[in-house]
């Protein structure tokens, strides 16, 4: 009966120590809480590999910029970095915007409601060195 509770005991101890991280010992074991994920939800989404390198149109069809990167950032919220501006690179800038901003239909990214000259009055995105 003494094992069965103590046991118990031990069950319990990670689920109440998870939100006193900084007061466990260095040998003290963690819990994962593990998630069931849909794979087939996940497969139907698209890869950064797939989107990078792409370009923008707007709703009129106008290539508007060229996807440069893919950044998770501020709680996992994804952004694009697009390359805007500038002919074949040189005198472009970056910009960052939401990734749900940018409508995927097959192999096209549009930007409803933007033109180029919005775009270039965006803020520059600079990537971190460190």
């Known amino acids: ?24 010992a260095e040998n003290t074991p963690q819990t994962l809480n593990v998630l069931k994920i ?9 890869r950064a590999s797939k989107i990078i390198g ?8 106008e290539s508007i910029g060229k996807v440069d990167d893919l950044i998770v950032s501020d ?7 697009l390359s805007v501006g500038g002919f074949l690179g040189v005198g472009s800038k970056l910009i960052a915007l ?11 990214l549009t ?14 995105f600079k990537y971190r060195t460190s």
């Open 38 to 46: 849909d794979v087939v939800k996940v497969a139907t989404g698209y």
């Open 98 to 108: 939401p990734y749900e901003t940018v409508k995927i239909d097959g192999d096209k």
């Open 1 to 24: 009966m003494q094992r069965r509770h103590a046991l118990s005991l031990l069950a319990a101890v990670p689920a109440l120590s998870a939100g006193a991280g900084a007061a466990l």
């Open 54 to 61: 792409k370009t923008v149109v707007n709703d009129g069809g």
């Open 111 to 124: 930007l409803p409601g933007a033109t180029k000259d919005a775009l270039k009055g965006l803020p520059e």
């Open 75 to 81: 709680g996992k919220v994804p952004y694009l970095i």
